[in-house]
């Protein structure tokens, strides 16, 4: 069998000396150009199978000759990986949208370009993401907190695991708590990554560039981050106010891409979150088993009456179920006057552990009961949205 081909664009000769050596230690043929121009010209001709493009470079900048490439294919689609200077997002989206797949900033670890060169060969390299969303569920699932600290982000995050690798379903996840989004730490993810900032900026946005603006856990889900800070989130708020079918344009490409979207929201109700409410298709209201939660229940279920809502998309999930406060599930339902349609067990301490590590419990612990639990969670889930149909795009 042919070894698989690697065209390295780069004008720098200690860049090039490096990419070859280690690319060549890993079995592969190696083609260098030394510019934009030359690479735009080798990709024709050499058809190779994945190309390491750098940015900065004479004649043609990486920039340019990613999308001359681009408009030269007919068909087979190569994966580009762009070798970027600095971490900034700008860029990196300047990239995307030139038609590049992923990035790498310089300097970088041979370990993690080996790692972003094989995951981008084993997805078929050129599966773009129009084939990608050919035949998904297209389910939007969001997580409302009834009051803070009861474990919202965790169960989004640890129930999108499950969905993928437990019941191998194309799972993304959306942090929509604005102005104070966790996911970043929970998943020990940087601040130089993209985000829904992003996304609902890009005038032009596609299946395609969302797919790319996502970030690859790699536990298998895909992720659309919150704003990096507060202040970037007043950019979303006012481009939602302003265009909010720019919102809902990334809510319906995700749709198309995901068999599941999961939404992790603030716990407030404004025009945000309400435009979240009215396209889910159903609305998990996250809460525990005390007086002040079930108050705070009682009011959500009461606003999302009074929204319209059929009380089958508002759907209760009790966490820590079996912690001891005193109010058993019983009374809690009585409480509300309806049943409790999910419950996820009490595992306090594996839960904070997996917190404060970056690794979510699906990931370092599934076996645990905290981890049975949630992939009872996911496969009830799976099983009531699998078989209805999506909500009205």
């Known amino acids: 069998m042919a070894a698989t081909k690697v065209l390295v664009v780069d004008d720098d000769l200690n ?6 050596f280690t690319l060549k230690q890993e079995g592969f043929e190696v083609l260098v150009a030394s510019d934009g121009a030359s690479g735009v010209e080798m990709a024709k001709n050499a058809e190779p199978d994945l190309i390491l493009m ?24 190569v994966p580009i990986i762009m070798l970027t200077s600095e971490a900034d997002v700008g860029e990196r989206v300047k990239g995307l949208r030139a038609g590049a797949d992923d990035d790498i900033v310089k300097p ?22 129009a084939a990608q969303e050919q035949s998904t569920l297209g389910r939007l699932c969001v997580f409302y907190g009834a009051k803070g600290g009861v474990g919202t982000t965790t169960i989004a995050i640890n129930t999108a695991i499950a969905l993928t690798r437990d ?14 989004g966790d996911m970043r730490v929970f998943l020990d993810l940087g601040l130089d990554t993209a985000s829904i900032v992003n996304a609902i900026g890009e005038p032009d946005l596609d299946s ?3 797919h790319k603006l996502m970030v690859r856990h790699h536990t298998g889900i895909e ?17 939602q106010r302003m265009h909010p079918e720019a919102f809902s344009n990334v809510l319906n490409l995700s749709r198309r891409l995901y068999d599941y979207t999961l939404v992790d929201m603030a716990k407030s109700i404004d025009d945000f979150n309400l435009q979240l409410f009215d396209e889910a298709d159903v609305i998990f209201v996250v809460m525990t088993a005390d007086l002040s939660c079930l108050k705070n229940v009682r009011l959500v279920l009461e606003t999302m009456a009074s929204l319209g809502y059929e009380r089958s998309k508002v759907q209760l999930v009790l966490n820590r179920s079996n912690a001891y406060t005193g109010i058993n599930v019983n009374n809690a339902e009585s409480a509300l006057g309806r049943q409790i349609d999910y419950q996820i067990i009490n595992e306090y301490r594996g839960a904070i552990s997996a917190l404060n590590s970056g690794e979510p419990f699906m990931s370092s612990r599934p076996d645990s009961p905290l981890g049975r639990s949630v992939i009872e969670f996911a496969r009830a889930l799976d099983t009531e949205l699998a078989a209805e149909p999506a909500a009205a795009r």
Do not use: C, W
């Open 15 to 20: 860049i090039q000396r490096v990419l070859v």
């Open 167 to 180: 019941l191998k379903r194309r799972t993304g996840l959306i942090d929509a708590n604005l102005q104070f």
């Open 108 to 129: 970088f670890h041979p370990l993690e370009l080996m790692a972003r060169i094989k995951a981008l060969l084993a997805r078929g390299g050129g599966e773009d993401a």
């Open 208 to 210: 395609d560039l969302l």
């Open 54 to 77: 750098d940015v900065a470079m004479p004649k043609l900048d990486g920039y340019a000759a990613t999308q001359q490439i681009r408009m030269a294919e007919q068909g087979r689609r």
């Open 223 to 239: 992720l659309l981050l919150a704003p990096p800070s507060p202040e970037a989130a007043d950019i979303v708020v006012e481009r």
